[in-house]
């Protein structure tokens, strides 16, 4: 290392991206490249560490300081992690589980590493498994923030979604158009976009 | 059941035929009802036991036990009464005022769903943010339903196995673990905060119950009090309390 620098500098860095992904409530872009300066550090802090000679007795404050260095950037980066796969859950939950609406938007989409892509549809089907000891009657991923108040809803729809199965047959929602449609048949395309409550 | 619906053109709204007996509010309740051998709490209709069971999963820091039995009546009545609306729904011969009925009863279907998954949806949250720890923990494992484990079992993996890709498997190999205990660390495995503050509405009288500094609480039925939710655990299992 060339460059000075304190122990826990990058790590610092990592937990401030986490910050202001939840004080702005958005999804950052993966910063692939700190977390590998970071990893690389912890590499080198290793060899540091190695390169301190020891013998029984108690261990060189040397030895210490690297050490509790180690510990902590290795928490800031499982910490980054983990906060990003939180907020990738809550993103799901909030299209209702809709992944392929998830994985289509390229924006979103560019901003996750590839591990958290495959992470992300490994999820997927552990909530689809978990959703089928339910009956169809209950669909669990549906929506739990505002409780129904009636059974049917005025909707415009906003884009084009193809043909659905409504409890009145099937309707082909073109963009522009109005139906009064039971809520539980639609919800998930509110939640995605498609609809919007008149 | 069906047969009945069809023949005599009844549909009960909701609890009206689940449990036979007007709906008594319950917190209406006497504060002065002291004592528990004279009055026996009215029972509490399934619908009002979910609604309790809810409300105490949403406010309590640790996994409550499943409600199994509970919820799959819930849920067979749920399919019971909607196949009957959609029987009635057809038949040309109903009344409008039945059609009112119906169009009551398709909206309490809903209501009802809402506050199931809801429940469901509480404790996944919780199972997934302490999986490792109820993949370890035999206790917990028991409060949970089958499908609740495996899902558990499943988060867990995938979590570890996310961490290993995207960081430690490109650590030195004294750093790739995941069950690191150094000194003055949180560990590495969440465990629900048992000692976090709740809000309880006291369904009976309670008596004797210990707080941490060795003093007792009285609590008369009806008493509202905030406390910490390890002091009252045992009463929530027991329905003598209820979270709020």
Same mark, same amino acid.
């Given at each position: 290392?060339n460059?000075?620098?304190?122990?826990?500098?990058?790590?610092?860095?990592?937990?401030?991206e986490?910050r202001?992904?939840?004080?702005t409530d958005?999804?950052?872009?993966y910063?692939?490249t700190?977390?590998r300066?970071l990893?690389?550090?912890?590499?080198?802090?290793?060899k540091?560490?190695?390169?301190?000679?020891?013998?029984?007795?108690?261990?060189?404050?040397?030895l210490?300081?690297i050490?509790?260095?180690?510990?902590r950037?290795?928490?800031?980066?499982?910490a980054y992690?983990?906060?990003r796969?939180?907020?990738l859950?809550?993103l799901?939950?909030?299209?209702?589980?809709?992944?392929?609406?998830i994985?289509?938007?390229?924006?979103?989409r560019?901003?996750?590493s590839?591990?958290?892509?495959d992470?992300?549809?490994?999820?997927?089907s552990?909530i689809?498994?978990?959703r089928?000891?339910?009956t169809?009657?209950?669909?669990?991923t549906?929506?739990i923030t505002?409780p129904?108040k009636?059974i049917?809803a005025?909707v415009?729809?906003?884009?084009?979604?193809?043909v659905?199965q409504?409890?009145l047959?099937?309707?082909?929602?073109?963009?522009?158009?109005?139906?009064?449609?039971?809520?539980?048949?639609?919800e998930?395309?509110?939640?995605?976009?498609y609809?919007e409550?008149? | 059941?069906?047969?009945h619906?069809?023949?005599?053109h009844?549909?009960?709204?909701?609890?009206?035929?689940y449990?036979?007996r007007?709906?008594?509010?319950?917190?209406?309740?006497?504060?002065d009802?002291i004592?528990p051998?004279?009055l026996e709490?009215?029972p509490?209709?399934?619908l009002?036991?979910?609604?309790?069971?809810?409300?105490?999963?949403?406010?309590?820091p640790d996994?409550?036990?499943?409600?199994?039995e509970?919820l799959?009546?819930?849920?067979d009545?749920?399919r019971?009464?909607?196949?009957?609306?959609?029987l009635?729904r057809?038949?040309?011969?109903?009344s409008d005022?039945?059609?009112?009925r119906?169009?009551l009863v398709?909206?309490?279907?809903?209501?009802v769903?809402?506050?199931?998954r809801?429940?469901?949806?509480t404790?996944?949250?919780k199972?997934?943010k302490?999986?490792?720890?109820v993949?370890?923990?035999a206790?917990?494992?028991?409060?949970?339903?089958?499908a609740?484990?495996?899902?558990a079992?499943?988060?867990?993996?995938?979590? +570890?196995?996310h961490?290993?890709l995207s @960081?430690?498997?490109s650590l030195?190999?004294a #750093?790739?673990? %995941?069950? *690191?205990t150094?000194v003055?660390?949180?560990?590495m495995v969440?465990e629900? +905060?048992?000692?976090?503050p709740?809000? @309880?509405?006291a369904?009976?009288?309670?008596? #004797?119950?210990? %707080?941490? *500094?060795g003093?007792t609480?009285?609590?008369?039925?009806?008493?509202?009090?905030l406390?910490?939710?390890s002091?009252?655990e045992?009463?929530v299992?027991r329905g003598?309390?209820e979270?709020i």
């Open positions: 290392m460059d000075a620098r304190q122990y826990g500098e990058l790590g610092t860095q990592l937990l401030l986490s202001r992904s939840t004080q958005t999804f950052l872009k910063n692939d700190l977390v300066s990893i690389r550090e912890q590499r080198d802090l290793e540091a560490i190695d390169a301190i000679p020891f013998e029984g007795g108690s261990p060189p404050p040397a210490l300081i050490q509790t260095a180690i510990n950037n290795k928490r800031c980066l499982l992690h983990a906060h796969v939180d907020r859950r809550d799901y939950w909030s299209v209702g589980g809709a992944l392929p609406h994985l289509s938007n390229q924006e979103l560019g901003r996750m590839p591990h958290e892509v992470y992300l549809r490994q999820y997927n552990s689809m498994e978990f089928s000891e339910f169809h009657e209950l669909d669990v549906a929506s505002i129904p009636d049917h005025l415009r729809v906003v884009r084009d979604c193809g659905i409504t409890e047959g099937s309707i082909d929602f073109k963009k522009g158009q109005r139906f009064m449609v039971r809520r539980a048949d639609i998930h395309l509110i939640v995605q976009g609809l409550e008149v | 059941m069906l047969q619906y069809h023949h005599n009844e549909l009960g709204v909701w609890d009206e035929e449990e036979q007007p709906p008594t509010p319950r917190r209406t309740d006497s504060p009802d004592n051998f004279l709490r009215t509490e209709t399934p009002e036991q979910l609604t309790r069971h809810w409300l105490n999963e949403r406010h309590a996994i409550l036990p499943a409600q199994e509970l799959s009546g819930m849920l009545h749920l019971r009464q909607s196949e009957a609306v959609h009635l057809g038949d040309p011969s109903s005022e039945e059609h009112i119906i169009m398709q909206t309490e279907i809903e209501r769903k809402f506050i199931v809801s429940y469901v949806r404790r996944l949250f199972i997934e302490y999986a490792r720890f993949t370890s923990n206790d917990v494992q028991r409060r949970l339903t089958a609740e484990r495996d899902h079992s499943r988060h867990a993996k995938i979590t +570890d196995q961490f290993y @960081v430690l498997q030195p190999d #750093q790739a673990h %995941l069950d *690191d150094p003055f660390y949180p560990s969440t629900p +905060d048992k000692s976090r709740v809000f @309880v509405h369904l009976t009288r309670c008596s #004797q119950i210990t %707080l941490p *500094d003093a609480l009285d609590m008369e039925k009806g008493h509202i009090s406390t910490l939710y002091v009252v045992q009463l299992a003598e309390v979270l």
